[in-house]
C-alpha cells in the first residue's frame, strides 16, 4: 500500500470498545443480586456482620451509575481507558464487599471472575493482564484480612484453613482460566470479522479494477487505430525527410511520443495503475461527489462553503477514501429523504479542523430515539408512509449505523441533534461531522510522486 491508503481498516480500535449501557447494565444486575444477599443475610439468617458499610459499599455503585446515566448518552461506547476504568472500579468495590462480609468465607467472593472475564472480551491485553493482577491481589488480601461474620448466637463463619486455601486458589485458577478462555474465544471472533471485512474489500477492489480495465480496454481499442496510422505514417516520413536533420528529429518524437501512448494504454489494462492524482481532491468537491445522486430527487441541497476563520484560504486538499464518501452521501440521502423542501449542507474549516453540517428543515430526531443514534436496530417499517417518505428506499435502521462507523473510522466525531425552532432550517436534523485536519488533509505542498502499479493480492 501506499502512505495515501486509509489505515482506518488495520486499527482495530472500535472492535475493543463497549457500550456505556451494557455495563451500566450488568452493574445493575449486581448491586440488585449483592442488596438482596445482604438482607437476606441480615434479616432471614440473622447474620452479624458490618451492613452499614455493606450498605455504603453497594450505594457507591449505585451513585456511580446514576451519574453514568446523567452525564453520558445511552449509545456512549467506552474507548479502552474508560471501559478500563469501569471494571478496575468494579474489582474494588466487590473486593470490598467481600473484605466486609467475611472474606473467602463468603462463597460469592467468586464473583470476582465476571469483570475479569468482561475485560478479556473488551480490552487489549495488557489492560486485561492489569485487571487480572489487580482481581487476583485483591482476593489474596480479603482471604488474609477481613471483618468476621457471626451467627446469632455469636459463633464465628469460617471456613477451615484447608478450605479457605482451596477457594483462594479456585478462584485465582478460575481468574487465569477464564481470561484465556473468553479471550481466545473473543479473538476468534474478531479475525472472522476481519478475514469476512478484507474478503468484501477484495471483492470490491477486483471489481473496481475489472470495471477500470473495461473502460481502459475500450479505450485502447478506440484508439489503437489512429495510433497506428501515425506510427505507419510517421515511419513513412522518416525516408522522405532523411535529408533534413530537423524534419528528422520532429518526426522521430511524433513516432516516440506515439509508441509511449500505445505503451500507456498497454500497461494501464495490464496492472492497473493507481491514479494519485484522484486519490486526494478539495473537500468541497468530496462532499459534492458524495452529494450528486441526492441533488435531482425533489429537494432543494444548498451548498455553503467557506473558511471559519482564515480569509482567503485554499479550500483543503483531503484523501479520496471511499467510506467517507460513502458515510457522507449516507447522512444526506436521509436529510433529503426526511426534509419538507430544503437539505443545506455546510463545509468549513480552521487551523485544526474539517466541518461538514448536514442540515434538513424536517420533523428532527424523534425524542425517544435521539439518545441512540447511531446504534444498529432493526425496526418495523410502515409501508404507507415510508414509500410516501422515501420513494424508491427500504431498510432496516442500518444506513446510519453504518455511516457512522464508516466515518468514525476515518477520524471523524459526529453529533446529532434537532435545530432549535428559530434556527434555519427550523426544527430540522442536524449532523455534524467533525475531523481533525491531520486525519484527512492532504498538504498542498507535497509531491504526488510517480503513479505506482496496484499490487496484487
Request: glycine content about 8%; overall charge negative; aromatic content about 6%.
Amino acid at each position: 500500500m501506499t502512505d495515501t491508503d486509509p489505515d482506518t481498516f488495520h486499527e482495530r480500535q472500535r472492535s475493543d470498545w463497549v457500550r456505556l449501557r451494557t455495563l451500566v447494565a450488568l452493574r445493575w444486575f449486581a448491586i440488585i443480586g449483592q442488596s438482596i444477599a445482604l438482607i437476606v443475610a441480615t434479616q432471614v439468617f440473622s447474620l452479624q456482620l458490618a451492613s452499614g458499610l455493606a450498605a455504603m459499599t453497594i450505594g457507591a455503585s449505585i451513585i456511580v451509575n446514576l451519574v453514568f446515566q446523567a452525564v453520558y448518552p445511552e449509545n456512549k461506547r467506552l474507548m479502552e481507558r474508560e471501559a478500563f476504568g469501569m471494571l478496575a472500579f468494579d474489582i474494588t468495590q466487590l473486593s470490598l464487599l467481600i473484605f466486609l462480609t467475611g472474606g473467602l468465607n463468603n462463597p460469592f467472593a467468586m464473583l470476582i471472575l465476571a469483570p475479569v472475564t468482561i475485560a478479556a472480551t473488551v480490552l487489549h491485553l495488557s489492560s486485561t493482564v492489569v485487571l487480572g493482577g489487580v482481581a487476583i491481589a485483591l482476593t489474596t488480601l480479603v482471604s488474609r484480612f477481613n471483618l468476621n461474620i457471626q451467627t446469632e448466637l455469636g459463633g464465628l463463619l469460617e471456613l477451615p484453613v484447608l478450605f479457605q486455601f482451596g477457594f483462594w486458589l479456585a478462584i485465582v485458577v478460575g481468574v487465569i482460566f477464564l481470561a484465556v478462555y473468553a479471550r481466545q474465544v473473543t479473538n476468534e471472533m474478531h479475525n472472522m470479522g476481519e478475514a469476512l471485512l478484507a474478503t468484501q474489500l477484495a471483492l470490491a477492489r477486483e471489481q473496481k479494477l475489472t470495471d477500470l480495465g473495461g473502460v481502459v480496454a475500450a479505450t485502447a481499442h478506440e484508439l489503437g487505430t489512429p495510433l497506428a496510422t501515425i506510427m505507419l505514417v510517421s515511419g513513412e516520413l522518416r525516408t522522405e525527410v532523411a535529408g533534413d536533420a530537423d524534419l528528422l528529429d520532429d518526426v522521430d518524437l511524433i513516432h516516440a511520443q506515439a509508441a509511449r501512448c500505445r505503451e500507456i494504454l498497454q500497461s494501464m489494462g495490464a496492472a492497473g495503475k493507481d491514479d494519485l492524482h484522484i486519490r486526494q481532491t478539495p473537500i468541497e468537491a468530496l462532499v459534492r461527489e458524495a452529494a450528486e445522486p441526492h441533488i435531482d430527487r425533489g429537494k432543494v441541497v444548498l451548498f455553503e462553503v467557506g473558511s471559519e476563520d482564515l480569509d482567503g484560504q485554499k479550500h483543503p486538499m483531503v484523501l479520496r477514501r471511499p467510506e467517507i464518501i460513502h458515510g457522507l452521501r449516507n447522512l444526506i440521502q436521509n436529510a433529503v429523504d426526511f426534509a419538507e423542501t430544503t437539505v443545506e449542507i455546510t463545509v468549513s474549516w480552521s487551523q485544526s479542523e474539517i466541518r461538514v453540517r448536514v442540515a434538513d428543515d424536517g420533523s428532527g430526531f424523534p425524542a425517544s430515539v435521539i439518545g441512540r443514534i447511531g446504534d444498529p436496530f432493526v425496526r418495523r417499517r410502515r409501508v404507507g408512509d415510508d414509500a410516501i417518505r422515501r420513494p424508491g428506499y427500504s431498510g432496516m435502521g442500518l444506513g446510519l449505523f453504518i455511516a457512522k462507523t464508516l466515518l468514525e473510522r476515518s477520524g471523524a466525531r459526529i453529533v446529532f441533534r434537532n435545530a432549535p425552532k428559530q434556527a434555519s432550517p427550523a426544527n430540522g436534523a442536524i449532523i455534524d461531522v467533525i475531523w481533525p485536519l491531520s486525519k484527512i488533509s492532504q498538504p498542498q505542498s507535497t509531491p504526488l510522486g510517480e503513479n505506482q502499479n496496484i499490487p496484487a493480492d
